[in-house]
């Protein structure tokens, strides 16, 4: 296996999009709208696959909801190791914005800087540094 890519979905995905690269930056690729696709006329103006290629190591892919109805978020918690206090805290606060905290970024008794929080779209993660 080389790596684990988490695939978001929601029922906003374009504001997703938006709202994750502007707190991880990196890179949009492969926006891939369902308008004019075969199979899809019944799905306008949804997106069908988007990735955000935030470095080497971190890629998280989104797509809205089709069919399958979804429970948004609270199957999957994403975790994330960060390399410096100022990165954790920054992505924390960011996060936390519009969301809610479930555990304040804070020391932790295995030697790191953890934090729980669900973002605006229902996604749980937790936030790892070890120093």
Do not use: R
């Amino acid at each position: 296996m080389k790596k684990l890519i988490p695939y978001l979905t929601t029922d906003h995905c374009k504001e997703a999009v938006a709202y994750y690269h502007a707190i991880f930056g990196g890179e949009i690729q492969n926006f891939q709208m369902s308008d004019g696709i075969p199979g899809f006329e019944q799905y306008p103006n949804k997106v069908l696959h988007a990735e955000i290629v935030i470095n080497e190591n971190l890629t998280l892919y989104l797509n809205d909801i089709f069919q399958t109805p979804v429970t948004e978020g609270n199957s999957v918690i994403l975790g994330l190791e960060f390399d410096s206090e100022e990165e954790i805290t920054k992505i924390y606060k960011a996060l936390a914005e519009e969301g809610s905290i479930e555990m304040e970024l804070q020391e932790a008794f295995w030697g790191a800087v953890h934090a729980k929080v669900v973002d605006k779209f229902g996604f749980s993660w937790e936030l790892n540094w070890e120093k």
